[in-house]
């Protein structure tokens, strides 16, 4: 039986430059679908997955995730003297347990390889996960949860994975594929951002990892890969061959709430999910399709 994952990672240092000027003073993690903040869809699918440490690896000017994951006493008690209950048990709720998140920061934007290697001291000799705030994905199953089920049964490394267009696969870290069942895939080589002419496969890294604590010594190596940065994937390379290494074919849509258009598309796709909104959603948006 594999060691249980407690601690999930969230690299949230990030700049946000794509979202100028939304993000000149705001974290892009803090920015909302619907009415919810990127970050707190990434916790809440790692504490729906039976996570119970929060490491951030935050940067400079992101202290409103700190704040946003705090007891705000003077919201509270307005929202008590007003009766205004809904939004009482709305930040009631969201309230982690004492003690179980905690902050490191990433002096320097030096990729995300780097930033994973930032926690290495809060996650200590365990299996961990790492969530992408900015990979939004909508399913019945939390997609860590589904990755979670995979590591109880093979062990090793898992990511999430999916089928991308050949052009795209520059964006992403894409698998070298030794076997696949159409849902899982053993993993024989990792390339970061590869051009579509070389790239080993069209399957694709989507931000969901269940980790070995081991790709943090290849991550101390500092080894600077794709972009000039420190890249997870070239780390987790390494570890192939001493450990297994499998790609999921999650269940649910993965949105890119990193691109304008992604994001836009996850506030309408949440939005009309909701029981509360999706109705009104619907009839709003339709004039602009007929
Ligand atoms: C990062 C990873 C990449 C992965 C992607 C998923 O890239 O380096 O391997 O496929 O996230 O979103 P980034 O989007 O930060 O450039």
């Given at each position: 039986?594999?060691?249980?994952?407690?601690?999930?990672?969230?690299?949230?240092?990030?700049?946000?430059?794509?979202?100028?000027?939304?993000?000149?003073?705001?974290?892009?993690?803090?920015?909302?679908?619907?009415?919810?903040?990127?970050?707190?869809?990434?916790?809440?699918?790692?504490?729906?997955?039976?996570?119970?440490?929060?490491?951030?690896?935050?940067?400079?000017?992101?202290?409103?995730?700190?704040?946003?994951?705090?007891?705000?006493?003077?919201?509270?008690?307005?929202l008590q003297?007003?009766?205004?209950?809904?939004?009482?048990?709305?930040?009631?709720?969201?309230m982690m347990?004492?003690?179980?998140?905690?902050?490191?920061?990433?002096?320097?934007?030096?990729?995300?390889?780097?930033?994973?290697?930032?926690?290495?001291?809060?996650?200590?000799?365990?299996?961990?996960?790492?969530?992408?705030?900015?990979?939004?994905v909508q399913?019945?199953?939390?997609?860590?949860?589904?990755?979670?089920?995979?590591?109880?049964?093979?062990?090793?490394?898992?990511?999430?994975?999916?089928?991308?267009?050949?052009?795209?696969?520059?964006?992403?870290?894409?698998?070298?594929?030794?076997?696949?069942?159409?849902?899982?895939?053993?993993?024989?080589?990792?390339?970061?951002?590869?051009?579509?002419?070389?790239?080993?496969?069209?399957?694709?890294?989507?931000?969901?990892?269940?980790?070995?604590?081991?790709?943090?010594?290849?991550?101390?190596?500092?080894?600077?890969?794709?972009?000039?940065?420190?890249?997870?994937?070239?780390?987790?390379?390494?570890?192939?061959?001493?450990?297994?290494?499998?790609?999921?074919?999650?269940?649910?849509?993965?949105?890119?709430?990193?691109?304008?258009?992604?994001?836009?598309?996850?506030?309408?796709?949440?939005?009309?999910?909701?029981?509360?909104?999706?109705?009104?959603?619907?009839?709003?948006?339709?004039?602009?399709?007929?």
């Amino acid at each position: 039986m594999p060691q249980k994952v407690r601690t999930a990672v969230f690299p949230v240092g990030g700049l946000g430059t794509r979202f100028l000027p939304a993000t000149k003073a705001m974290p892009k993690e803090m920015l909302p679908v619907v009415d919810k903040p990127l970050i707190q869809y990434a916790v809440e699918e790692a504490r729906a997955a039976g996570i119970e440490r929060f490491i951030f690896v935050t940067g400079r000017g992101k202290a409103a995730i700190e704040d946003h994951f705090d007891f705000s006493f003077e919201l509270d008690a307005m929202l008590q003297a007003r009766d205004k209950l809904d939004g009482l048990q709305i930040v009631r709720e969201m309230m982690m347990p004492p003690g179980s998140i905690s902050y490191v920061r990433q002096q320097e934007p030096m990729g995300l390889g780097h930033a994973v290697w930032c926690a290495k001291a809060l996650v200590g000799d365990e299996p961990f996960a790492v969530l992408l705030p900015d990979d939004l994905v909508q399913s019945n199953t939390p997609c860590l949860k589904q990755l979670l089920e995979v590591y109880e049964e093979t062990g090793g490394n898992v990511v999430a994975v999916m089928d991308v267009p050949r052009e795209h696969t520059q964006r992403y870290g894409i698998l070298d594929v030794e076997s696949d069942d159409g849902r899982l895939a053993s993993v024989k080589g990792l390339v970061e951002k590869p051009k579509p002419e070389v790239a080993p496969s069209t399957l694709s890294i989507i931000g969901r990892y269940v980790l070995l604590p081991q790709v943090m010594d290849f991550l101390a190596e500092k080894v600077v890969g794709a972009g000039g940065e420190i890249q997870l994937t070239d780390a987790m390379a390494r570890t192939i061959g001493a450990h297994p290494f499998h790609g999921l074919r999650f269940e649910g849509k993965r949105f890119d709430c990193g691109d304008k258009v992604g994001f836009m598309e996850a506030n309408v796709a949440f939005a009309l999910a909701r029981p509360d909104l999706g109705a009104d959603m619907r009839s709003a948006l339709l004039p602009y399709f007929t």
